[in-house]
């Protein structure tokens, strides 16, 4: 485990728009408000074509190979996620959310392009004081969290 702390700075209130594509409205905010980091929770509904990455296709076998869900109709959604610099200084979110359609959940990560359906509320907490950064992890070819 490894771990630091840090500081909550603002909370923004956030309403995105039918259309929005979640993450990159996110961290072009986090971009235009210089947000170095944040702790994120969203609600509301995600369009028909979003995207979600839902598990390695092999377990643990090298190299990794992601899969992707395409939703299939219009679905609620609710997730958590971070929002933390690249080694670039780049803003990059990792939100994992669970989107629900009659009796069926899907869940997974929103970076492969979740598409807002009419509105998606985020609230977002910014967290200041703190040095953490998402680094290349040669191994397995994400860029991680080093607190």
Not at 43 to 72: C, F, Q, Y
Not at 117 to 125: N, P
Request: hydrophobic share 40%; charged share 25%.
């Amino acid at each position: 485990m490894k771990y630091s702390q840090a500081k909550q700075g603002r909370t923004f209130v956030i309403r995105l728009e039918d259309g929005d594509i979640l993450h990159e409205k996110i961290e072009q905010l986090a971009r235009d408000q210089s947000i170095g980091a944040a702790a994120l929770i969203i609600v509301g509904g995600a369009d028909e074509g979003s995207k979600l990455v839902v598990a390695p296709e092999h377990g643990r076998a090298k190299p990794i190979s992601p899969m992707v869900h395409t939703l299939d109709g219009v679905h609620e959604i609710a997730g958590a996620g971070t929002l933390f610099p690249d080694d670039e200084g780049n803003p990059v979110l990792h939100i994992h959310a669970a989107c629900g359609r009659r009796d069926s959940t899907i869940t997974g990560c929103v970076r492969a392009g979740v598409k807002v359906w009419h509105v998606l509320e985020v609230i977002l907490f910014e967290l200041v004081d703190t040095t953490a950064v998402r680094a290349l992890d040669p191994e397995t070819g994400f860029k991680l969290l080093e607190p």
